[in-house]
């Protein structure tokens, strides 16, 4: 997950509920994660940057859930267009 991605995901979640710029804040500072062995640190290979959403954490999971709920949200008017009559539930 890219960190523009989150951003696009928390703007389109603020156009749902009202999360304030200090929670906006702590999410992305949280996203901030770095390696050590022994005393150098690690970096990703293609990227300067420390973003990462770490794999089994809460707030990890969490975050997906939103990235999750915001491509959900994009595929909603193609999906529905595309299926209208597919599926009879009666």
């Known amino acids: 997950m890219s960190e523009e991605l989150l951003n696009k995901a928390i703007a389109w979640a603020r156009t749902i509920v009202d999360i304030a ?3 906006v804040t702590i999410i992305k500072h949280v996203r901030k994660s770095v390696l050590f062995n022994a005393t150098k ?3 990703k290979r ?3 940057s420390t973003f990462d959403v770490t794999m089994g954490s809460f707030d990890g999971a969490k975050i997906s859930e939103l990235v999750e709920l915001y ?3 994009k595929l909603r008017p193609t999906t529905t267009s595309n299926c209208t009559g597919m ?3 009666h």
């Open 71 to 73: 491509a959900v949200n």
């Open 21 to 23: 710029d200090k929670h």
């Open 41 to 43: 640190p690690w970096m």
């Open 46 to 48: 293609d990227s300067s």
């Open 87 to 89: 599926m009879d539930w």
